[in-house]
């Protein structure tokens, strides 16, 4: 039965991007009831000039709102990555970049970023600077692998799924984190300021698998369970080629000299989308009985120095 769900969910993703008819949910209330920050709000750069998948104005809108209401000012980047224009920042954010304008493109698994704006990342995260780095299944993941090495991470690009661990098994992609399975990892992240920020049960949606350096914390650890699967591994005649993910993780924390970075598997975790039919099925931090809103406001804690260095 197993390998019927998985090849379902394979054929899921290797057909044109279903996930091309997400939509903001309208509903999805970004409130803070006691914002972060009320004055001297750090400045995020949100980046929007590598073929982004997820913008400011897009499908990341609910998240944007959400960290604004929380007292964070975020400003569009549509520059390249440099010393000068990172300087005044605190907090660097980068979804679903592409090596090419649409992802059915020839050359969108190719290198999003230059390796000068690579290393001006580096450096700036080394001298105190952090950075958000979200990439889904190829071609996202392959876009980022050069930004995510960086930091001692290495992106599969597989698509992921966990059919013992997962919201419903006709959808073994839609992985569900519990600390009750301890596939939520003590971290600063999913700890909080206190029990009523800390994280519990998050649920990721059809993204790829992580692998981080000694030193790092996989705070959404993988079950042994977890497989990844290639868009380019399905045999003639045959079931798609399942690779273990045992071991890899969804979400990684990472410290870097003075600076931080978090790098997640998967985006819409943090933003709030209707999608499966069209504009009905909630993605996100929109899906009930989920700690993926705090999740959210979490990870900008830690990158923006309000929770505990780990």
């Not at 931080?260 to 899906?287: F, H, Q, T």
């Amino acid at each position: 039965m197993h390998h019927l769900l998985f090849f379902a969910f394979t054929f899921l993703f290797l057909t044109p991007f279903a996930s091309a008819q997400q939509i903001a949910d309208p509903e999805f209330k970004p409130t803070v009831e006691n914002p972060a920050y009320s004055k001297s709000s750090p400045r995020v750069l949100f980046d929007e000039a590598h073929n982004n998948f997820h913008t400011m104005a897009g499908r990341f809108q609910p998240f944007v709102d959400l960290i604004m209401n929380d007292g964070y000012r975020v400003v569009r980047n549509r520059e390249p990555f440099t010393k000068t224009s990172l300087k005044s920042f605190k907090v660097l954010i980068v979804a679903n970049a592409l090596g090419a304008e649409e992802t059915d493109d020839v050359g969108a698994d190719h290198p999003a970023f230059t390796e000068e704006e690579c290393e001006a990342v580096r450096d700036w995260v080394k001298n105190g600077g952090a950075v958000l780095l979200i990439a889904d299944h190829r071609p996202f993941g392959d876009a980022s692998a050069n930004m995510a090495k960086q930091f001692g991470v290495e992106m599969s690009g597989n698509f992921t799924s966990d059919p013992e661990n997962c919201e419903n098994k006709s959808r073994p992609e839609f992985i569900v984190f519990s600390r009750e399975k301890q596939l939520i990892r003590d971290h600063p992240i999913t700890q909080g300021r206190g029990n009523g920020e800390k994280i519990n049960h998050v649920i990721v949606f059809q993204g790829q698998s992580l692998r981080g350096s000694e030193g790092s914390t996989a705070f959404l650890q993988l079950a042994d369970t977890a497989r990844d699967v290639t868009n380019h591994s399905l045999k003639p005649g045959g079931p798609p080629e399942q690779i273990s993910a045992a071991g890899r993780s969804q979400g990684i924390a990472v410290v870097s000299g003075k600076g931080r970075v978090v790098v997640l598997g998967e985006a819409d975790m943090i933003s709030a989308l209707l999608g499966d039919p069209p504009g009905k099925e909630p993605i996100g931090m929109n899906y009930p009985g989920t700690d993926n809103k705090q999740l959210a406001l979490n990870i900008m804690h830690w990158l923006s120095g309000l929770l505990g260095e780990r």
